[in-house]
């Protein structure tokens, strides 16, 4: 009973390249976001959503935008993709308010 | 913004022993803190949450404590058994429109048999 979905596992993609990672989630959650997962460094936030067309920066937004027109799905984009952008990126979402995050299985995307 | 920050990095134990795991928070506004656990290859998932009204939640093997005071919360797993090993990810809710999550950087926590 996947929720939430990451379209791809593994992505790998030439710098420079415009890179896009997808989360679509069928829970009708208001909120939705993008973090990445490096090592040592845990999970850090890079864009949220708290509603259709909306959009805030999160802690590491350089080098990344977001979209976001239905409430169900929310993309990433790598305008330009670097190899300093390589990295596991794991989509979330939650109800509105003080609730846990359901997270997607994860897109591994190395930039060569 | 929130700043959350996690203890240990790393953390062995014999099956059958407790495991915990220490985490500190910044923002005093802070009311939700849940715990995550992330298997080899897999997504985080919610295992255990506290809010800021209690002090203690207990799910059979896992327990949460919050010292709202000294601003630190604690995850503790009693009787470890080796499908416990995971990386295990502390948070703490700020208080923006979204109540975004700020994760402490995690624990691999190894149980050997």
């Known amino acids: 009973d996947v929720k939430v979905t990451q379209s791809s596992r593994y992505l790998v993609k030439r710098t420079g390249e415009k890179v896009f990672l997808e989360c679509v989630q069928d829970m009708d959650h208001e909120n939705m976001f993008w973090y990445r997962q490096d090592p040592g460094l845990g999970l850090r936030l890079i864009y949220f959503?708290?509603?259709?067309?909306?959009?805030e920066k999160g802690d590491i937004p350089e080098g990344y935008s977001v979209s976001r027109e239905k409430k169900e799905r929310f993309s990433l984009i790598l305008e330009s993709a670097s190899t300093n952008q390589t990295s596991m990126y794991l989509c979330a979402s939650s109800l509105s308010g003080d609730y846990g995050y359901t997270f997607g299985s994860g897109t591994r995307l190395t930039v060569v | 913004g929130e700043n959350v920050e996690q203890h240990p990095s790393t953390l062995s134990v014999q099956e059958g022993d407790s495991a915990v795991i220490k985490c500190t928070y910044s923002d005093s506004a802070s009311n939700y803190f849940p715990w995550y656990k992330q298997e080899l290859g897999k997504r985080p998932q919610l295992i255990i949450d506290?809010?800021?009204?209690?002090g203690e939640k207990k799910d059979q093997r896992i327990a949460v404590t919050l010292n709202k005071t000294a601003k630190h919360f604690s995850l503790h797993i009693t009787e470890t058994q080796p499908e416990d090993s995971a990386v295990y990810f502390c948070?703490?809710?700020?208080?923006?429109?979204?109540?975004?999550?700020?994760f402490g950087t995690g624990t691999r926590l190894t149980v050997i048999p």
């Open positions: 959503s708290y509603d259709v067309k909306m959009k």
């Open positions: 948070a703490a809710s700020d208080q923006t429109g979204a109540n975004n999550l700020f």
């Open positions: 506290i809010r800021s009204n209690v």
